[in-house]
């Protein structure tokens, strides 16, 4: 496994995060998502349906939510921020809305071009049963 793809399911090069929490790790050079099992979980699906492309996850977010959500990831991207808190509404399996709360960081890699956001990594916990 090469060292991207090990920090993107891990977390960290220490390995502080691990696949039982509900991540995505936004590989922004390469415009790749890993999302862990327990994310796919939340959204009940399984490892094969949900691919790595950003337009997996923002297909599921709710279309009164997905404006303000777009805003906080460019934000964050631009460097305006280096984390956002946000409350999004995540289209289940089922067809169901749900609410998650989520916690996003940007990270800088050393050899970055122009000091700009290299990752974004997101921690989510779903906070309601569904609504449709």
């Not at 303000?68 to 631009?78: F, G, N, P, V």
């Not at 960081?105 to 779903?126: M, N, P, Q, T």
Request: proline fraction near 2%.
């Amino acid at each position: 496994m090469d060292r991207d793809h090990s920090l993107a399911r891990t977390g960290s090069s220490k390995g502080t995060r691990s696949d039982s929490e509900a991540l995505w790790d936004w590989n922004l050079e390469t415009d790749r998502i890993h999302f862990s099992p327990r994310w796919i979980a939340l959204a009940g699906c399984e490892d094969h349906e949900v691919g790595s492309a950003p337009e997996d996850w923002f297909q599921r977010v709710h279309p009164d939510d997905h404006a303000q959500l777009l805003r906080e990831i460019e934000l964050t991207r631009a460097g305006d921020a280096t984390t956002f808190e946000c409350r999004y509404r995540l289209r289940h399996k089922d067809g169901t809305y749900r609410w998650t709360a989520t916690k996003t960081y940007r990270f800088k890699a050393l050899e970055s071009h122009g000091g700009s956001a290299s990752r974004l990594r997101e921690l989510a916990d779903r906070i309601s049963r569904a609504r449709r």
